[in-house]
């Protein structure tokens, strides 16, 4: 190692060595994102060895190497050679460090320069060749262009030439055989003599032969990869240039169709817009201008979209959800095709009149002996063919109170209503219930007086008494028919049966009988053996086995029909009563009966009814301030119950028959009500609320058996319907509890407050009216407000003890529970009862 010093030591000598020629170093390198390198440097320096007595010759720049790989900046010129005469001065080890510091950053710095100098140049190179190569492109597709053209070109002038000796035909085959040629490659070889040449610009290195082969397809390109882009065929040409003709061919835009839109109640502006093939854009800006700010996805009513359609030049077709819906009342059948149908005619009265009696006499039938309690409970269709081979269709109505939608449907669906009143009882309120549904109804009446057998019976009181509800007989000049009767001794029915067709002659009943069947259901009820039954009337059309249809919310296919008489029957004309198998559901009593073309037509009415249901029983009634604050001060008991029955009908009596016993205190809760017998299901709701099953006419299976002793549940069976509903009244009332009545027994006024004994204390009263007794409950009063609620623990006038002081004496008593006493109280004596709730 050699000294630092610059000054040489006397009698000393540097020890012989090799300078270092190789400095190494390390620069750290940043880069984007974050990251950085580490690079090590090294300087190389070249030994330069000199002969004895020459000059020292410059060293050139240290070379560098780094890891990066960066390009060598160009060598400086050499520095000029010391002068030879005076000691090279040697550097500080600090100062070199810092040179070659500076270096090696400069050294970076122009690497880094260059190699985006590179980069630019090759992206330069790059978009130089894409443009030459879209150039390119463009004027081969111009030379097929132009070779196409004169390929067309000669063959017409071949077509229109004449034909030539044989010995000319071979001279034109070469220029043929060349427009092949020049037709198969991507760049043609040679042009036709007539047409224009593009002067192509001059290629360096290349002559005239080079450029016309240099299209071709050749083995060593294809395997090469070069030039692989070649133009589409003649044929593909020759489209694009037809429709390129069309194009220009056609004369100004397109004529705008208008459209027939189909426009529902509600629909949002997109498929408004796709129905209407118009822009969404446009229609949202129609809508701005009307003052409706919207967007694609909202919905606009069926008022608005006719706005817009009609603004657009469309045409609108309104629809509705209600069109799914069968509406048969605009479909009248041509005078042509209308027959005479039989009447009929229904028996409405009060109960116990007699009309099933009446019916069975007209039958010859014993239906009354059967019925529970001796009254119908079931409405009841029957067909009776007389003497003269015609027929009545007769229909059967309870009299009872409860059943008052039965009779409501018999007088809608009947032509003539037999009004049945016993002779020797009268108008009752049935009697009274059925004038007003007739002549709502707006049907013909015929007065049958029965019971005049007896001796009470008394025709001219019934006419007299009709007359208050402006119903006048003939015998009392006015237009209805009465006919006194017997069904007991089947006195004057032929006299009943004339009148019945002297009416039905006069409304000239006739019906189309070639049709799909219009019918209403008279009762509906669930069979444990063939399912879903109902009984309807046909009003029009043939009614056969194997169609399809659709009832209320229920529908199905005819698989049977039987008649009254229980016999099966294929098909059923007008005014004709039979008991169709095959429904899908249990229908309500009254729902429309109606034949359809398929089963999905009867599904798709079925669930829009069903639909209709549903929401009408899910919809809530609008609150006001009056049902709000009742709602939440009421203090109401319900009265859970489950009911089942045998036929729609009774089910539909018997539930509006209970939720009449309701009153402000309490009142019925149907949880249930359906048709056929107690299931599973009844009994776990009824169990999980605790309620008991009412069951009429029916009874549990054999699961609900089971269930019924886990549950505990309690069944009522009945078959009668006024016997149900006394139940249930007392069972209400037994909710209830006993009424409490207080009946005022005495008042009196304290006027003195005298100590009795350690902490009693004794009031001395003077009583103003009643009485005052021992025993007695009592109210103490101050200012008219209640202070305790007692009873009279003693009572004494002067010193003695008495049962009982009264009104204008004096008197002291001592107070059970309540020493609060204070002069100018006031006493109520009162006394209490416990009455049964009656309902």
Not at 325 to 348: C, G, N, Q, Y
């Amino acid at each position: 190692m050699t000294d630092q010093s610059d000054k040489p030591k006397l009698g000393t000598r540097p020890p012989l060595g090799l300078k270092r020629t190789v400095e190494t170093g390390k620069v750290k390198q940043s880069f984007s994102h974050g990251r950085s390198n580490t690079v090590v440097v090294e300087v190389k320096k070249r030994r330069i060895l000199a002969k004895p007595g020459e000059a020292p010759v410059a060293a050139p720049e240290p070379k560098v190497e780094a890891a990066a790989q960066a390009p060598a900046p160009a060598p400086k010129p050499a520095a000029p050679a010391p002068r030879p005469a005076a000691a090279p001065q040697r550097r500080a080890p600090v100062d070199d460090i810092a040179t070659r510091k500076e270096l090696q950053e400069k050294l970076l710095r122009e690497a880094d320069e260059a190699r985006m100098t590179s980069l630019g140049d090759a992206r330069r190179r790059e978009d130089r060749a894409k443009v030459a190569q879209s150039e390119d492109e463009k004027r081969r597709a111009e030379d097929n262009r132009k070779v196409e053209d004169d390929a067309v070109r000669a063959a017409a002038e071949e077509v229109s030439r004449p034909t030539e000796a044989p010995a000319d035909d071979a001279a034109p085959a070469a220029p043929a055989n060349e427009r092949d040629e020049e037709r198969r490659f991507t760049r043609p070889a040679a042009a036709p003599a007539h047409a224009p040449k593009r002067p192509e610009p001059a290629r360096p290195g290349r002559g005239r032969e080079d450029h016309r082969k240099s299209g071709k397809l050749t083995v060593s390109r294809a395997t090469a990869g070069e030039d692989d882009s070649r133009t589409r065929s003649l044929a593909a040409l020759r489209r694009s240039r037809e429709k390129e003709k069309r194009a220009h061919q056609q004369s100004g835009p397109a004529a705008k169709q208008f459209r027939d839109v189909v426009v529902p109640d509600t629909i949002t502006v997109q498929e408004l817009a796709n129905r209407m093939a118009e822009r969404g854009n446009d229609l949202i800006k129609s809508l701005f201008k009307m003052g409706m700010p919207i967007t694609l996805s909202e919905t606009i009513d069926q008022d608005t979209a006719e706005l817009l359609v009609t603004e657009f030049g469309h045409n609108i077709k309104r629809v509705s959800e209600s069109d799914i819906d069968i509406d048969s009342s605009d479909d009248v059948d041509a005078a042509e095709t209308l027959k005479t149908r039989p009447p009929v005619v229904t028996i409405m009265g009060h109960v116990d009149h007699g009309k099933t009696s009446l019916l069975d006499a007209i039958r010859g039938a014993a239906v009354v002996s059967g019925e529970a309690g001796g009254i119908t409970q079931h409405i009841g269709a029957y067909q009776v063919m007389l003497k003269d081979k015609s027929k009545i269709t007769f229909l059967d109505t309870p009299g009872h109170e409860a059943f008052t939608e039965m009779r409501q449907r018999g007088a809608n669906v009947t032509d003539i209503v037999i009004l049945v009143v016993a002779a020797d009882d009268g108008l009752k309120p049935q009697t009274i219930e059925a004038i007003n549904h007739t002549k709502a109804a707006g049907v013909p009446m015929i007065v049958a007086i029965n019971k005049i057998d007896k001796h009470e019976a008394n025709a001219q009181k019934v006419r007299e008494e009709l007359l208050q509800h402006e119903i006048i007989v003939e015998a009392m000049g006015g237009e209805v028919q009465d006919v006194e009767v017997s069904a007991k001794e089947k006195i004057n029915l032929d006299g009943l049966l004339e009148a019945i067709a002297l009416q039905a002659e006069i409304l000239e009943l006739k019906a189309n009988p070639d049709r799909a069947a219009e019918a209403t259901v008279i009762e509906a009820k669930l069979d444990k053996g063939r399912g879903p039954l109902a009984t309807v009337l046909v009003q029009r059309g043939t009614l056969r086995v194997g169609d399809v249809i659709v009832v209320g919310a229920a529908s199905g296919k005819v698989r049977a029909m039987t008649d009254d008489h229980g016999k099966q029957v294929k098909e059923a004309g007008p005014s004709y009563p039979v008991e169709v198998l095959g429904l899908g559901a249990v229908p309500s009593a009254g729902d429309p009966f109606t034949v359809v073309e398929n089963e999905g037509r009867a599904r798709e009415v079925a669930l829009y009814r069903q639909g209709l249901i549903d929401k009408k029983r899910t919809t809530s009634a609008p609150v006001n301030l009056e049902n709000l604050f009742a709602s939440k001060s009421s203090q109401t008991i319900e009265f859970p119950i489950v009911v089942r029955g045998d036929v729609q009908g009774s089910v539909e009596a018997i539930v509006s028959a209970v939720n009449r016993i309701s009153t402000d205190e309490i009142k019925v809760r149907v949880l249930a009500s359906g048709v056929g017998a107690i299931t599973e299901g009844d009994v776990t709701l009824a169990a999980a609320n605790g309620a008991p099953i009412i069951g009429f006419n029916v009874r549990p299976n054999a699961k609900a058996r089971e269930a019924t002793n886990r549950t505990k549940v309690e069944f009522r069976y009945y078959d009668v319907i006024y016997h149900l509903t006394d139940w249930v009244r007392q069972a209400m009332a037994g909710e209830l509890g006993p009424e409490i009545i207080e009946t005022i027994v005495g008042r009196a006024e304290v006027k003195d407050v005298f100590p009795a004994g350690k902490r009693d204390k004794a009031a001395g009263l003077l009583v103003l009216e009643g009485v005052i007794r021992k025993g007695l409950h009592a109210r103490l009063t101050r200012d008219d407000v209640i202070i305790s609620k007692t009873t009279i623990s003693s009572l004494r006038r002067f010193k003695d003890d008495v049962a009982e002081v009264r009104a204008g004496m004096e008197c002291g008593v001592l107070l059970a529970d309540t020493n609060d006493i204070k002069a100018g109280d006031n006493l109520e004596v009162f006394e209490t009862e416990e009455r049964a709730r009656t309902l």
